[in-house]
Structure formats: C-alpha cells, structure tokens
C-alpha cells in the first residue's frame, strides 16, 4: 500500500531533550514535506526536500532541522525542543511536477512539557 | 503566495449533493487549484485538483470558472464519512514556492443524517 509513515504516533518529552520524528514514504517521491497544525494557524510548512540532499525552509523553521539522506527517508529534528512547539506535525511526499497530490502521513502528536 | 477565501462552514444532509466554493482573485497562471480534506484526528487527504479545465475523479468533481478566480468543488451525494475539513490550497508549478501548499482555514462541512 502506498503510503506516508510516520513515527512515533505519539510523543511526550521534556524541555532541552533531543528528538527525532520519523517520515517515510514507500512511493518513490521526490518531494517531501513537514508540517505543523495548531489551533487558530492551520497547517504551516517547516521544511520541504525537492530531493535527496536538498533542503530548504519553509515558512516556520526555527528550532527544527531535517535531513534528506535517503529518497525514501525524511526525519524531523528537534535539537532542543520547547514547548512551543507542542504540536500536530504532518509529514508529506508526492512525486515532482505540480500536476499531482501530496499523500500525508497519519501524524504525530508532540507534547513537551 | 496567492490566497483562497473560503466559507467558514457549511451544511448538508446525506445523499444530497454539495457545492464548496473558493475564491482566488490573484490566481497566477502557473498556480493549480488543489483540494484536500482533513476528517477527524486524521492526516490531510488529497481529493482533486486541476488547472483550467473541470475535473472529475471518484471522489469529487472540480469546477473552474472561466477567469480561474474561483472554483467549485462538488460532492455529488454526501456521506457522513464526508464530514471534514475542506481546504482549497493553490499549488504553484515553478519559482521559489514550487510545489509549496499553503493551507488557509478550510471550511467545515457537517453532514446531517
């Protein structure tokens, strides 16, 4: 089946400790995304891959990295999270060209306290 | 990026057809017109797209008008698994956004049984 998998489902951490969220998709997508949802401020863009070992910002990016070493991999990296960024973060894959959807992943759940 | 407008909410009974409607007045010539829909507790799902010409797939059916400052999108019996939130996005297909979706707040849709 064709799909977006991300993990873990659900996360609680502390202040200051490193995480990792993981995004991989099984269709052969160039182009991978993340993304955060909040209440009131919708779905924003934090990072986006037009490809392996290209990256670049998306529109709320402070305090995240990622990394785009494998096609089929794109991690969320969280250096020092903070509670701000308690969140629903999405990852997205679709292939390259305008003229396709994105399939999303199911999401995780980020609480940090 | 280009902005959609659309209704916060709306309403329908089961069966019925339903119309979504979107305005995007600074539409480029470059930009496709995108919908997703997000149900409950659940990744955004893709649902149709298209540029200049309606579009039909097994989920729903697209209309854009003429000047491509708006389109319609149609459910043509609504189920209560339908009930979601309906995003209306443009998708640019090149520049600096290429690819970039820029979820606004949707419109809530409640399917009545």
């Known amino acids: 089946e064709a799909q977006v998998t991300q993990n873990p489902r659900y996360l609680i951490t502390v202040t200051g400790k490193k995480l990792t969220v993981t995004c991989s998709q099984n269709?052969?997508?160039?182009?991978m995304s993340w993304y955060r949802q909040d209440p009131g401020l919708g779905l924003r863009q934090i990072y986006y891959?037009?490809?392996?070992?290209?990256?670049d910002k998306g529109d709320v990016p402070e305090g995240y990295k990622v990394s785009r070493k494998e096609k089929r991999n794109f991690p969320l990296i969280l250096e020092s999270p903070s509670p701000n960024q308690t969140s629903l973060y999405f990852c997205?894959?679709?292939?390259?060209?305008?003229?396709?959807?994105?399939?999303f992943g199911s999401g995780t759940r980020l609480t940090v306290v | 990026d280009a902005k959609t407008t659309q209704p916060n909410s709306m309403e329908s009974n089961e069966e019925e057809p339903v119309h979504l409607p979107c305005n995007h007045s600074?539409?480029?010539?470059?930009?496709?017109i995108h919908w997703y829909r997000q149900l409950p507790s659940q990744g955004p799902e893709y649902v149709i797209h298209?540029?200049?010409s309606n579009v039909n797939n097994r989920m729903a059916s697209l209309a854009i008008a003429e000047d491509r400052k708006s389109s319609t999108l149609i459910l043509h019996r609504a189920t209560l698994r339908d009930a979601a939130v309906y995003y209306c996005?443009?998708?640019?297909?090149?520049?600096?956004?290429?690819?970039?979706?820029?979820f606004g707040q949707g419109t809530i849709l409640t399917v009545h049984p």
């Open positions: 600074t539409i480029s010539g470059t930009d496709y």
């Open positions: 997205a894959s679709r292939t390259q060209g305008a003229n396709y959807g994105y399939t």
């Open positions: 891959s037009m490809n392996v070992e290209v990256t």
């Open positions: 269709m052969n997508h160039e182009y």
């Open positions: 298209g540029l200049t």
């Open positions: 996005i443009l998708a640019n297909a090149g520049g600096t956004s290429y690819g970039k979706l820029t």
